[in-house]
């Protein structure tokens, strides 16, 4: 259909249209104007605006008559004055959907022959739907608001399960925070006593190592020195013996025993050969002293025990102090999570979160990858976020996000690799299930916020007076 702002084009020329305008303007000040069809597509923030204007509407800080409101011609840069109309290309529409939700939609599909609203008022004038003899557009917001409070009504009765589990989630929370820092309050001074015994069985460890390595050394020295007069007395008494066992050597040799050539003089002029010289005889090797045995104290056993708790304890402290850093949510509320995991199996693979503290991808083989560690958890977002995992072949390092749902009951489901080492999973979980979504699903199902019957038109700007 040709639109009205050709013919408007072509039935005033421009400069006879601006003199038309203040004339009409001023008739209108004056005599009052002549009654324009309803508004309709009124915002509900402008509602009571155009009920009270009055002498003409405000348009770009002029003075707009009445009959230039709602005319299928845009005059105003704001599309005010064309509310009900697609004139403007920027002007919305407002759907008021009584009996469910109003909301807006773009004027340039007014009656564009498709019913985009669900009672059907932004088809109020539709030529094409008549063009083609078909019917005016149905009201369907009482459906939509069945079929939307259906939905609501399941996510109110899950929501409140939800909070009645966390309730009890959070006494536990609670029960258990106390506990830890009960408990690391306490092993301060553990330590310390523990820190004491140490040292004190460590003095007396090494007293009693010290005590007897010298009384080691004392025999040692006694019994060197008893082996030294051994000798001493062993060689006194060998010089004595000596002539006694020449005597005998010579009695032994009687003078009538043949000669021995070897033993006859030289020849004259010749020197005497000495005879061959008796090779010495070999004095027999000390053997070899074993080594002595490690000093054993009566302590060690004591000392290793309690240095062992020592060490536990300390590693304690430390765990609890990691633990009480730890972001787990409002209120701690999540705290009985640390140290539990939660599996979900999708396809060939098994997948576990354990979300305060690492996550894995296990295959059926046996094998497992590790996804990363526990990095932080954004309660704004209620995602916990989990880095630093195996690292893909010519890729990233693996990593896990986390996103945590209201649920009357913890579990995991729907792991996903949305892009490349990059996994995602859902938790359901009472914890970051919120009162306040309650109320809000309470106030909808009351119909609060669905919009009630009333006018889907207003009359247009009375021009008595001024605006």
């Known amino acids: 259909r040709r639109s009205a702002t050709s ?33 309709k597509g009124v915002a509900p923030e402008l509602r009571d605006k155009y009920r009270k204007a009055t002498g003409g509407w405000l348009c770009d800080q002029s ?92 996510e109110y009765d899950t929501l409140l399960r939800g909070l009645e589990a966390r309730t009890t989630l959070l006494a536990e929370a609670t029960s258990k925070k106390t506990e830890y820092q009960k408990e690391l309050a ?3 001074p553990k330590i310390e006593t523990q820190e004491i015994l140490v040292q004190s069985l ?6 009693y190592v010290a005590k007897a390595e010298a009384e080691r050394k004392a025999e040692a020295e006694r019994k060197a020195e008893a082996e030294r007069k051994a000798a001493e007395a062993a060689a006194a008494a060998a010089p004595a013996q000596q002539p006694a066992t020449e005597n005998t050597a010579s009695a032994a040799t009687p003078e009538s025993a043949p000669s021995d050539p070897s033993r006859e003089a030289p020849a004259a002029g010749t020197e005497p050969t000495a005879p061959p010289a008796a090779p010495a005889p070999e004095e027999p090797s000390a053997p070899a002293e074993a080594p002595l045995p490690p000093i054993v104290s009566p302590f060690q056993e004591q000392l290793g025990k309690a240095r062992s708790e020592l060490t536990s304890l300390k590693n304690r402290k430390e765990e609890l102090e ?42 059926k083989s046996g094998s497992s990858t590790s996804l990363g560690s526990f990095d932080s958890y954004d309660g704004a977002t209620s995602t916990i976020k989990i880095t630093r995992g195996q690292k893909c072949w010519n890729g990233p390092e693996r990593s896990m996000t986390v996103t945590l ?20 999973s859902i938790l359901e979980t009472p914890a970051v299930c919120s009162s306040a979504r309650l109320a809000e699903l309470a106030s909808r199902l009351k119909g609060a916020t669905f919009a009630a019957p009333q006018e889907d038109d207003l009359p247009a700007p009375d021009l008595h007076g001024d605006l």
Request: one cysteine or more; charged letters at 25%.
């Open 7 to 39: 013919v408007r084009i072509r039935r005033v020329p421009r400069p006879t249209m601006r003199l038309a305008f203040l004339l009409f303007s001023f008739v209108a000040l004056t005599l009052g104007g002549k009654p324009v069809p309803k508004l």
């Open 405 to 424: 749902v209201c649920s009357s009951q913890t579990r995991l489901r729907n792991a996903d690799e949305p892009s490349m080492c990059s996994y995602s």
């Open 186 to 188: 306490g092993l301060g």
């Open 202 to 207: 460590q003095s007396e460890d090494q007293d």
């Open 63 to 154: 003075i707009l008559p009445g009959e230039l409101v709602q005319d299928d011609f845009c005059d105003c840069k704001d599309a005010t004055d064309e509310p009900g109309t697609s004139a403007c290309p920027t002007g919305k529409f407002w759907c008021v959907n009584a009996g469910f939700r109003g909301y807006f939609i773009s004027s340039s599909r007014v009656n564009d022959g498709v019913c985009d609203c669900c009672d059907g008022s932004d088809e109020y004038d539709s030529q094409v739907l008549r063009h083609y003899g078909l019917p005016s557009c149905p009201n369907t917001c009482a459906a939509l608001a069945a079929d939307e409070n259906k939905g609501v009504r399941e």
């Open 322 to 363: 990691k633990i009480l850093a730890i972001n787990f949510g409002e209120q701690s509320v999540m705290l009985p999570y640390y140290g539990q995991c939660f599996n979900t199996e999708v396809g060939e693979y098994t997948y576990e979160v354990c979300p305060f503290e690492r996550s894995a991808q296990k295959s």
